[in-house]
């Protein structure tokens, strides 16, 4: 069989073995793939008795406190950001154990101990923060005690929800505060007392309780209870059904379904893990029974699932601090990010379209397949919370009064749903299972920001950023094209260990000074670090979101790894791409917190040239456009994807050019395998 003629459907032998195969086209069962594959969620403990309720209350009033304030008003900055600690760390020593030995059903001695600390040591700060204020400066014995202790408690609770990477992380920063003198070079400063780190750490609002804690405790904790609450609606199956029934009928069939139903999801949805275990569970199978290797199947997943990240509205935590650390409105951020996060689903969806095409694959014929139509008709009032944060936004909301309003209207329209249809679909249990869920869901992110924080008070303390950005810009010589490739490696590097918050914080106070200084877009620099720490989780050797695709797939986690980011690699162009040029991001200038923004139009020329790229790179990587490609057809369009980065008529047109080129010298080719196959 020539390389043109690929195993049809039928004869693919990988069809009927594999242990997750489901002929009947139903979904696994999506709860049992998280606590299997999500790091976070297998770790957790399955309590009983008198603690599990315990848990429960706390985790319900950890949401209803959030609740409260968000639509209401917050505390004094430290007092939200405390209080905001003492229930994150009380339920993360209770949920997650110390050890591989430690009891999966209760909690320890130790445990109950730490948790009390935790309340000793943040609840400190919240009832004498005016009297701290007022020492100005003037630290006490049990001060340092107390900060020592926190600092400890901090990365012990984080190495247990998020793992032992970012704590270490951690660890080495604040040695760095001690020893700097000892430091060769420009990375050398004069060196901290114990007690001066500690009392940063501690005492002010640029360590523990800075920025990233901050955001923590109101935009993001809200965001991730709107999920919880979308979730327990219905929201995420009705995404998967409607990409089912809108694509499935095309030619990528159920691997296109998989792209656009991860777009969807991955709107509301902050971890690329639980985004392709939920859309997984269905879209894997499918992807298999058509004719698409299991490695494959689990590639597409975790490549989609990983986009959802930088999928506005929500675009996961980083999006956020994003606001914080740049002053920019959240509401501009996510309008700077629409267009890149369409251009890396086009690109996904691309190389899989190739792949389609490769293997001659056909999709369902659309009598086996929902109608998309009947599924927005019945069921498309799931879609109005979204489209009401989206409303209250532009209207000018604060993120945390809009999550608030979207939370309640979805709540409304869930009862109002359940007594027309009287089908007790939404039930006060629910209800209380969606507070619980959220509060869960924030334990890592909330420990996270906690550690990274620490991170931050010391690059603050030191000066670190500013020394890193002049390391970067001297090792790239002052030229913005090495200086955006040294940045991407550090991101992936990072983001391969750290979850994406605490990746993104790192990067923007080192990173970013770096960009700045070429004069890179401010916007373009923030969301350059973050589009290539999102990547890191289908990178190998650490691709969380690629073996959770492998595991369901049955397939081998590295090699799904590698052709995840084979899938991905054309959306490697789009940050470059933006950082060259802003007008893909449409944004013409930045001053202080006011975003002038250029009109869509004259972004089109730089949209398109983009998208050309993205076909160009994706039909070298995948070795067909119209047909298979001759070794040097690859090389041409190589060549164009490279030149269409650049922004310029002359790079643009010879791109162009060579793209027709190659289309002409396929295309007898193509109608010769054509009919050859009819």
Not at 394 to 418: D, K, N, R
Not at 515 to 531: C, D, T
Not at 538 to 545: D, S
Not at 643 to 651: A, C, E, F, K, R
């Amino acid at each position: 069989m020539n390389d043109d003629k690929q195993k049809q459907p039928n004869e693919d032998p990988n069809l009927t073995n594999e242990p997750d195969f489901n002929p009947d086209h139903e979904p696994l069962d999506a709860n049992v793939l998280l606590d299997k594959f999500d790091k976070d969620a297998s770790k957790l403990r399955k309590l009983t008795g008198m603690l599990a309720k315990a848990v429960t209350v706390i985790a319900i009033g950890m949401s209803l406190f959030h609740l409260y304030t968000a639509g209401f008003g917050t505390l004094l900055s430290v007092r939200q950001r405390s209080l905001h600690l003492i229930l994150a760390f009380t339920l993360g020593f209770m949920l997650y154990p110390a050890g591989k030995r430690s009891s999966k059903t209760k909690a320890s001695i130790l445990d109950f101990g730490l948790a009390a600390i935790a309340i000793v040591v943040f609840g400190y700060l919240f009832v004498f923060v005016e009297e701290i204020a007022r020492k100005g400066g003037d630290v006490s014995q049990i001060d340092i005690i107390l900060g020592a202790l926190a600092i400890l408690l901090t990365l012990e609770v984080t190495r247990r929800v998020v793992g032992p990477e970012l704590p270490i992380v951690a660890i080495l920063f604040l040695s760095y505060a001690k020893f700097g003198p000892y430091l060769p070079g420009v990375l050398a400063h004069r060196g901290f007392s114990f007690e001066r780190i500690i009392s940063h750490m501690y005492l002010t609002t640029e360590g523990l309780l800075g920025i990233p804690t901050g955001v923590s405790a109101t935009f993001v904790f809200m965001f991730i209870l709107f999920g919880a609450f979308l979730d327990k609606t219905g929201v995420g199956k009705f995404f998967i059904d409607l990409a089912y029934g809108l694509t499935g009928h095309l030619k990528s069939g159920p691997a296109m379904t998989a792209v656009v139903a991860s777009g969807f999801m991955g709107s509301i949805s902050g971890s690329s893990v639980a985004n392709t275990v939920t859309t997984g569970a269905f879209t894997i199978p499918l992807m298999k029974r058509v004719g698409y290797k299991p490695y494959f199947a689990g590639a597409v997943e975790a490549a989609a699932s990983t986009g959802g990240q930088i999928m506005p509205p929500v675009m996961g935590a980083a999006a956020f601090i994003m606001a914080e650390f740049t002053g920019i409105p959240y509401i501009k951020i996510i309008a700077a990010a629409a267009i890149p996060a369409v251009l890396y689903y086009f690109a996904v969806g691309t190389m899989v379209h190739l792949e389609a095409s490769k293997l001659g694959l056909k999709g369902l014929p659309k009598d086996q397949l929902p109608s998309a139509r009947k599924i927005m008709l019945n069921q498309g009032y799931l879609l109005v919370p979204l489209f009401v944060i989206i409303a209250f936004l532009i209207m000018g909301f604060t993120p945390l009064l809009s999550a608030f309003y979207a939370i309640g209207i979805s709540v409304f329209m869930a009862v109002a749903v359940t007594l027309i249809k009287k089908d007790h679909s939404f039930t006060p249990a629910l209800f209380m299972s969606a507070l619980e869920s959220g509060a869960k869901g924030a334990l890592g992110v909330a420990t996270a920001c906690a550690c990274a924080g620490m991170i931050v008070g010391v690059v603050t303390l030191t000066g670190l950023g500013l020394r890193i950005a002049e390391l970067i810009v001297t090792l790239a010589q002052g030229m913005l094209l090495p200086t955006l490739f040294f940045t991407m490696i550090a991101s992936i590097i990072l983001g391969m260990g750290l979850p994406t918050t605490a990746k993104y914080i790192v990067l923007a106070t080192m990173a970013v000074p770096a960009l700045i200084k070429l004069e890179v877009n401010l916007m373009a620099a923030h969301l350059f670090i973050l589009y290539f720490g999102v990547v890191a989780d289908i990178t190998p050797p650490v691709a969380l979101a690629a073996y959770a695709g492998a595991g369901i797939a049955g397939a081998n986690s590295m090699k799904t790894g590698f052709q995840a980011v084979k899938l991905a690699s054309a959306a490697f162009l789009v940050p470059y791409i933006f950082a060259i040029d802003p007008r893909l991001i449409l944004v013409k200038e930045i001053v202080g917190d006011q975003v002038t923004f250029m009109p869509f139009y004259a972004a089109i020329p730089v949209i398109l040239t983009a998208m050309l790229g993205i076909v160009c790179l994706g039909a070298a990587v995948e070795n067909f456009l119209l047909v298979k490609c001759k070794i040097y057809e690859r090389i041409f369009l190589l060549a164009a994807a490279l030149s269409l980065l650049v922004p310029g008529l002359y790079t643009d047109a010879f791109g162009l050019a060579v793209l027709v080129v190659v289309v002409v010298l396929q295309r007898p080719r193509s109608k010769k395998a054509k009919m050859e196959a009819a």
